[in-house]
């Protein structure tokens, strides 16, 4: 094949597209160039070109995104550590150590352990938590937000020369750059990168299919072009009347994500409305609105078709008014939004170094706007995530490796145990030591982002109550004090009984038969008490964490337990005095009403409240004698 680009050639282009850095941001960035060709000298790409084309593309792209000077030095720089002699020390004395670390940050995450295995995992079973858990590693283990630009950049070189690789590993290849760096770039809202990412890899990962898709739906997009264009010259004339400033144009749906949306809709082709779009570009939010009113006024809308995304954005920031229009019985989308937040769509989080942050890009970047970006980064990664109150997801979050290459997420500051647990609560009951690294270490170590961790157990659960201490997640702890209650529980039952029995004894009620505690336990599912069977609530209670009348209310019967007493609105004219004292609160039972001159007596309820009922009354017969008190008319 015939090399197309050369050093100089690629150098001239970069020279070129670094205009809006600053001279000496030139002539370090031209010493980087030299720099990287000599550490690279005599090393080849696998198409034969010279090793520096790649570093010179990456940096390019990276030009192209308006990156600082330091992100494109690191750019050119980001293979010298792995692939050459030179060390960290060597760049941080050359170009200064913040060029070192984003090159470390690059070099570290091509080593995350047993990627392939995870990727392959997934291919097969479907495994998108791995793979959810591998962009996130991928974030965490950047740490600098530039890192990542990167690597992407990085990943987009490698993906346009997918072709000179072959079999499996140019299939993972694929695959990894659409399930890993193509989604993290969605999740950032770098629709550009994404969109190519995935292009360029689609044919590799997915051959067979590719060339399907591509016999099927080449044709129809040569019909659309037309008819879209069409549309694009009147929706040109509507506007201009209308005096709006507008960019049309007619938008091909990239083949990989076309396909996907085919996917979902079983290639149901008449599903599918925007094979092209038409993209309206304005100038105002209030233009983005007066636009999709006067597209609704010349063509038909769909019905439920309209989206706003400006109203309520996608997750990942994009924003845009979609809606969908019939025309001569032809259907297509249309995109509305203005130009800012069509830059945002296509660069993401790059938009704001081109557009918001020049700050970022002339002076050197504080360590405040580095964490912002830190957290926004982490958080559109996050996916699923949400972080409330925009807590550092770096800081609240470590990951871990079990030996085989699974990747587990905990909180930060959790140890072996909380990842003992977290694997298997056998495996955390039966902890007794554990391998960090290949290092025997304390069981409360605290577990740092990429630590292979293994469990030392023993036979039997050994788990002991000083975990309790250190373990950060709630699951490791309810797994102990679980462990531990099941162990007292028998103990616990008893002296729960005892105390339920003190209980009905101290209220004058009789005492509960174990015939009827099926009859109870039944009760207690049927009400709000959070337990399964009565056993269990007797152990909360000997605990103190379930109130003994509350138990009783819910399993006792109603009249039993006096919850049913009905209390009378009536008042009668004159006050009665209690036996108990006086100036005690009292209720007129409903079911006799008593007047003055009637005989009365005071009943105290199980609630600890007084009603005052006829002495002749037919409920006082089911009351307990002990709880019956004389009430008498003042
Ligand atoms: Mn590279």
Redesign the pocket.
Known sequence: MKVKNNRSTLEKKLINSIKYLSPEDIEKIKAACDFSASAHFGQKRISGEEYIT??LN?AISLANLSSDSETIIAGLL??VVEDTNFTYQDISREFGDRVAKLVDGVTKISQIKDKKKILKLSYFHDYSEQIDNYRKVLAAMAGDPRVIIIKLS?RL??AQTLSWLSGEKKIFYALETIEIYAAVADRLGMGEIHGQLCDLSFPHAYPDEYKKFIEIIRPIQKIRQQNVEDVITEVNLLLKNESIGAEINGRVKRDYSLYKKLQTYNFDLAKIYDFIAVRIIVDSLSDCYKTLGIIHANYQPIEHKITDYIARPKENGYQSLHTVVKKDGFVFEVQIRTDEMHQNAEYGIAAHWKYKDSEYKNNRPNIKSELNWLEEISQSISNGYKLTNGKKFFSSKVFVFSPNGKIFELPANSTPIDFAFLVHTDIGLSCTGAKINGKLLPLDTKLKTGDVVEIIKSDKPKPSRDWLNFVQTTQAKNKIKNFFFNLEKPRLIKDGQKKVADELARLGLPQLTESNFNKYSLRINQSRLPYENIDSVFASIAKNDQSIIDFLRVILDDQEIGKDEKISKYTPKGSISLGIGQGIPYKIARCCKPKISDDIIGYITLQQKITVHKKSCAETKKFSKQRIISAKWQ
């Open positions: 790649h570093p990456v980001h293979d990085d070189h490698n």
